[in-house]
């Protein structure tokens, strides 16, 4: 699948600020603050600032849709697990990540992990939200520039330690070099087209 139109529909709170659900498919991004779900749609996308990027954590407070090709949506829900905002706003975002995952939209998740890092509390929490509400989703690995082949496998042996998922097959990705893309595309293309 090639991407050529993109665009901001708007950005939500509740189920019912959602854009018409009008039989269209949606591909979210969910994940820690920071871990790149932002820059991953630009870069699938090829658009330098569709979706707001920051080196401050905590960009994303709403949820935002794009519409793909006229065809699915992407959407990109605020990160968990930044631990310098109030607890009361930490509250609101759980909320607003809840409140989505339990809707009724036809979606289709993807859940970031930086590959870097050994999974959060929060992150295995998520994992099992989305095993709990019996949710389709994928793992995707970003920011994989940092590391090489090698530090990559051994990283991910590290993280299965840690993290149970049911999915052997996971993706790699990196939006500074926009590798994974074309695997990711293909995949999502093939999704819709089932
Ligand atoms: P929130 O909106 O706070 O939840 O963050 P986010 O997950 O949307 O992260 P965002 O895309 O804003 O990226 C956070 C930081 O990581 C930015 O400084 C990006 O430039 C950097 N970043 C994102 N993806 C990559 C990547 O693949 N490689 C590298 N090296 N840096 C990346
Ligand atoms: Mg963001």
Known sequence: ????????????VVEKDYPEFNNIVEFSFIGRSNVGKSSLINSLTKRKSLARTS????RTQLINYFLIND?????????YGFAKVPDAVKKNW??????????????????LLDLRRVP????????KWLEHFGIEYYIIFTKADKLSNNEKFKQLKEIRKKLVFKN??????SSLKNTGREELLNFIGKRIAE
Do not use: Q
Not at 1 to 12: D, L, T
Not at 94 to 111: P, Q
Not at 168 to 173: A, G, L, N, Q, S
């Open 168 to 173: 052997e097959d996971v993706f790699f990705y």
């Open 1 to 12: 699948m090639e991407i050529n139109k993109s665009e901001f529909v708007k950005s939500a």
């Open 71 to 79: 065809k699915i949506h992407f959407v990109d829900l605020p990160g």
């Open 55 to 58: 080196k401050t954590p905590g």
């Open 94 to 111: 759980g909320k607003t990540i809840e409140s989505y995952l339990i809707s009724n939209r036809e979606k289709i998740v993807f859940l």
């Open 120 to 127: 959060s509390n929060e992150d295995m929490e998520m994992l």
